[in-house]
């Protein structure tokens, strides 16, 4: 039957099947191990070489050549398996353009983040790589903690810049959206008045909020970065 025909393909071929046949999405699942929980909260794709799939993106998104293969990233710790790579040079301003060209949206900042959010946990200088959980909704784990208490607690968290991105690749990749219930606060920024810039789907456009350093509840939630 089909679970014996579905017994001889890899992880990555059954999360694929899972994700996008229903017919088999069932007996893929169960054979990956994931529950219908788990489906609903991952990313739905299935990658088997960032380097390769964001060298994809930035050309054809962004009509760039760029080669990750000598830039260094974090081992996964467990469970950030989304390796994001941000190619040298690459601006808030530059991808908040594209976004704007590939779906409706707006901000608080209107179109200039670059003098609007001047301050960031990392800028391209160089090319860098960075990990993040592979979550349509931003992290649980960070739910009702502010961008004080993150700074507090210590690590890394999303950019705004790691975040436009993060939502172009995820619509190039699957025409959706990601934050759909949630916000992304992205405590790794900090506007020129020391506030935070937030973003999330609502009312049919991606959204940029600022929101207060103090500010926490269980829907505004970073996503962790290594």
């Known amino acids: 039957g ?5 017994e001889g393909l890899d992880r990555v071929t059954l999360l694929e099947l899972a994700v996008h046949h229903s017919h088999v999405c069932d007996h893929a699942a169960v054979l990956v191990e994931l ?22 993106f930035y050309r054809k998104v962004f009509g760039l050549k760029v080669d990750f293969s000598s ?14 790579f941000v190619p040298k040079g690459m601006t808030e301003n530059r991808a908040w353009a594209k976004i704007k060209e590939r779906f409706p ?9 670059d003098s609007m959010v001047p301050t960031n946990e990392r800028v391209a200088t160089e090319s ?24 507090e607690r210590g690590g890394e968290n999303i950019t ?9 690749w995820y619509h190039w990749k699957t025409g959706q959206h990601l934050d759909i219930q949630c916000i992304t606060l ?38 962790s970065a290594v």
Request: one cysteine or more.
């Open 186 to 223: 992205c405590a790794g920024s900090r506007d020129h008045h020391g506030h935070v810039p937030g973003t999330y789907w609502y009312d049919g456009k991606f959204q940029v909020w600022d929101y207060n350093p103090g500010s926490c509840n269980d829907t505004l939630r970073a996503r």
């Open 128 to 151: 860098y790589g960075k990990r993040f959980r592979p979550r349509v909704e931003a992290d649980e784990e960070n739910k009702n903690l502010s961008a004080n208490a993150l700074a």
């Open 35 to 56: 529950t219908v929980e788990d489906q609903r909260a991952r990313l739905g794709v299935a990658v088997r070489d960032w380097r390769i799939e964001m060298k994809r």
């Open 2 to 6: 089909l679970g014996r025909r579905l």
């Open 71 to 84: 830039v260094a990233i974090a081992d996964d710790p467990g469970g950030l398996d989304v390796e994001l």
């Open 160 to 168: 705004l810049l790691e975040r436009f991105l993060l939502e172009l």
């Open 105 to 113: 949206a707006r901000s608080d900042y209107g179109d200039d983040h």
